[in-house]
């Protein structure tokens, strides 16, 4: 049985023409609404039905919670997918939704409140058992506060918004003479971002790897865990390339970083798929950060090391059903990196490079998957992120995988605007990278200009 027969895509781009894809081949209806900005999309003609819901800027379009609703009842649809960014952690959406009988494919409006609030999601990790990085106990109110909780756990330190996502909001004081600056940073930085301006502290890890474990939940208390992903390639706090199995994990590792992800799912109550993030520190001490309770941008590295499609179970979950998978039927195979192909020029500061896509030549071959929506004659426009497309390659080896990503990137042509892709040529040709040792640090440290 289809899980639904209708469903509207609150959401644009790469992962708009990913839930379609996905809702295809489950014979499920698409709607996908559009801003003037993205009007002539190739993608759009791919869903069932197009609905313009307004201007370019987000907050007309894809974050106006009147416009997706009106949007959904005119189609008729039974649910709404929301992607990453825009709308889908916002629990007030969330719950909107519900009360317009519209699944909301995506966790409880209970689940997003308490997990997207890192402080509550931090304290739930602390009672249930699973380590967190060494910090104050809920919301610093004041810098006084913060001076006394920063001396007590040992600079540096880092201040974070509650709030947060996307690195913003976050800021490192390094002794107590930085530490009001950063404090006063984060908050207001916290709050034009996330018109929230509570932060919270936590010990800086130093040198530290990004890795984070996929999990699935059912609404029948059943949850399993997908491996893990290393995202410590990051520039600003914000990932660019990820990749499965972390070379710093091993089987011992995997287990009790899963273990710890399946309590922390199994007490939160979680339903749908999500990711429990940590940080690894070069001890092999694992610390919780924070859960993001959506599908990610990354997803596809779990799909191919899995082989399980994490879009297609995130609709059947929001339907409704039990999971189609038990623990012991989840086989980490061969080894997946994906790099996030952005329109930046990498030469010059990651400058965003919207435009005109004159010409392009897309990848192809044994393990090389281009998940994209961008094509020669496309015009990428300025108002929304860089994502050009995720260009991910699946081999039996990590070398391997290296060798064909370096063949993909080679292959892959985008021309009349600037990319990442000659950044990440750099990157896989480096000696400390190809020895798979990085941190969070490595593009500051080895690549300069970055
Ligand atoms: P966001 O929600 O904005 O993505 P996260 O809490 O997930 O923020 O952190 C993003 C990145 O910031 C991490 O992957 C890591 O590189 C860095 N970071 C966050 N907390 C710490 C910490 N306590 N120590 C060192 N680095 C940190």
Redesign the pocket.
Known sequence: MKPFSRILIANRGEIALRIIRACRELDIETVVVYSEADRGAAYLDLADEKICIGPAPSENSYLDISKIIAAAEISDVEAIHPGYGFLSENPQFAEICQSCRIQFIGPTVENIRQLGN?AAARELALKVGVPV?P?SEGVISDEELAKAVAREIGYPV?I??VA???????R?ATDESTLSGAFQAARSEAEIAFKNSDVYI?????K?R?VEIQVMADSYGSVIQLGERD??L?RR???LMEESPSPAVDDDLRLRMGTSAKELTLAAGYRGVGTI?Y?LDPDGNY?F??M?TRIQVEHPVTEMVTGIDLLQEQIRIAAGSPLRYRQEDVRIQGHCIECRINAENPANGFSPSPGLITQMRVPGGMGVRFDSHVYAGYTVPSTYDSLLGKLIVHRETREEAIRTMLGALDELVIEGIHTTIPFYREVLNHFHFVKGNLD?GFIEEYLIDA
């Open positions: 890192k990085v910090g880092m974070k918004a947060g996502g996307g690195g913003r909001g976050m490192v936590e010990k800086y890890i130093e530290p990004h995202c410590s990051q706090h914000q990932k993030e940080l610390y950060i924070e993001n969070t």
